[in-house]
């Protein structure tokens, strides 16, 4: 513990080691990424769904680290796997939760026998888990930005039809609005996501980069823009914060970068209480999720 906040050894760390540095740029490409999307997961209620995808990225990248290619073309391939599954067998909201928990037994059953097969370090199976983001070299930050830029501009392109859709789904499809294709192309939006920030905090607590800001933001505003402002602040906090404070006792990063996120989302709870209370309105045990104003 008496290195935990050795800032004299972070900033050592930092200023000397390229390694560290690109780190610390892939951790803020990840947390704008999760920061945009984030909103409309919550909005769209898909949170658990981001945890379904996580585990079939988790498969992919045992059935990669098992045939010595990437984890992250494994974590890729399986993300985008179950994305389209999901977007496919889950377009009614009926079916979404069962269907989410197939995948998700199925992913995680097949990720332990997968790596149960591997014979390398522990060390690569146990960062499949809680995350790697200190191995990303210049090659791996570069196919991230590039990954996170295509998935930035087809979201700037979908984004009033989607928002509107998620809003109110029959509305939209009353007005013409292509509610089961923007679904499906979300779905596989958040797929790649998903992949990309498993690099930063594993497969296991991925929902803490792509869905705990998000849900923090939306406990102290309605407005999607400010909303999705506070998004990307707080999940850029909880990101590259996370990679700082575990650098000097070298611990895995997701456990700073959770901890962070959920102290975040407590805070916003208090002020959200604090807020409701002097209003006289009652807080709403159901997670509030941002609605277009004015």
Known sequence: MDGMFDFAKTWE????????????????????????????????????????TSELAFTGAAGALLLGVGVE???????VAAALLLGILGIRDADRDS??????????????????FYKGRSANKFGILTGQIITVDSTNLTALVISAAAVLAVLA???????????????????GVPVKTLTVLFSLLVGVATALSVQV???????????????????????????????????????????????????????????????????????????DRRRGVRTSPVEAAPVPVG
């Open 99 to 116: 269907v989410i928990g197939v995948i998700l037994s199925f992913g995680l059953g097949m990720g332990v026998l997968l790596l149960s």
């Open 201 to 275: 905090v594993g497969s296991l607590l991925v929902v803490a980069l792509m869905v705990t800001p998000a849900a923090a933001a939306a406990r102290v505003t309605a407005s999607p823009l400010r909303a999705t402002v506070l998004s990307v602040v707080f999940a850029e906090v909880a990101a590259l914060g996370g990679i700082v404070l575990s650098l000097a006792p070298g611990l895995p990063v997701s456990a700073f970068v959770t901890s962070i996120s959920f102290l975040i989302y407590l805070v916003c709870r208090v002020i959200a209480w604090v807020r």
């Open 73 to 79: 073309y494994g974590a890729l391939a399986g993300a």
């Open 13 to 52: 760390l930092i200023s000397e080691l390229d390694s560290v540095r690109i780190a610390l740029i892939a951790a803020a490409v990840l947390g704008l990424l999760a920061g945009m999307l984030g909103p409309l997961i919550v909005m769209r209620r898909m949170s658990f769904a981001v945890h379904g």
């Open 157 to 175: 392109m979908i984004y009033r039809p989607l928002l509107f859709a998620s809003v109110d789904r029959s509305v939209a499809e009353a007005r």
